[in-house]
């Protein structure tokens, strides 16, 4: 069955550093997601991405994060100048539309600040 | 802004004890709400789509059902396998998913 696959699976970093978490969607899926999850909370939503451009952002999708598909097959999140409080899973999703049709998740990576 | 509760927080269960687990929402424009299976160190796996009030949804011993208010996952005669946390999430007008803080089922043999 298809997945979404996402690297690393865990990723240290000091703050400060930049770090770019990596993502392949399932392939025939054309809208794209990524989620946090700080540890013992909720799974909130980050950004959507169609068509080589940004959906949706929440308050948390600061100019801290960005996001790109550099090829066809990848999607990357992006976040500069890290902070302590960014530490949590990061999950990549992916569906075949964006409505009405479940997102089909990674099993993230975990990024730890220190 | 949309919000998703679900309830307990915890259950514990015996092989074979079958039990319901709830979730409760407020949102603009239900487009649809999703429930997901989340095994520890791993992403929410997809279970079921309701789209509707009165809808309902089977696979193996998870049964869900849809009101204009709530959503609920039945477990029928649970397995250990079926330890795992359950994550309920719904999608308004804006298209993202809005998640619940899920409930961890524990299934002792």
């Known amino acids: 069955e298809p997945e979404v696959t996402q690297t690393p699976s865990h990723q240290v970093t000091q703050m400060g550093q930049e770090v770019i978490l990596r993502c392949v969607p399932i392939?025939?899926?054309?809208?794209f997601y990524w989620y946090r999850q700080i540890l013992g909370q909720k799974v909130e939503f980050l950004v959507s991405?169609?068509?080589?451009?940004?959906?949706?952002k929440s308050e948390i999708f600061d100019d801290q994060f960005s996001v790109e598909r550099p090829d066809g097959s990848n999607f990357t999140l992006k976040i500069r100048s890290t902070k302590l409080e960014d530490s949590a899973m990061y999950f990549c999703?992916?569906?075949?539309?964006?409505?009405?049709?479940?997102?089909?998740f990674g099993d993230g990576t975990r990024l730890s600040i220190l | 802004e949309d919000q998703v509760t679900q309830s307990p927080e915890a259950l514990r269960l015996q092989e074979g004890e079958s039990s319901s687990l709830n979730c409760s929402y407020t949102?603009?424009?239900?487009?649809?709400l999703f429930w997901y299976r989340q095994d520890p160190g791993k992403g929410p796996e997809f279970l079921f789509t309701?789209?509707?009030a009165g809808e309902e949804k089977e696979k193996e011993r998870l049964k869900a059902t849809l009101t204009k208010k709530e959503s609920f996952l039945h477990i029928t005669a649970p397995k250990p396998e079926d330890s795992a946390t359950y994550l309920c999430?719904?999608?308004?007008?804006?298209?993202?998913?809005?998640f619940g803080a899920g409930t961890t089922v524990t299934v002792r043999a």
């Open positions: 999703a992916s569906s075949v539309q964006f409505s009405n049709q479940p997102q089909h």
């Open positions: 392939s025939n899926h054309l809208y």
């Open positions: 991405f169609y068509n080589n451009e940004i959906s949706e």
């Open positions: 949102v603009s424009g239900l487009r649809g």
């Open positions: 309701l789209y509707s």
């Open positions: 999430a719904v999608q308004g007008g804006d298209y993202k998913l809005s």
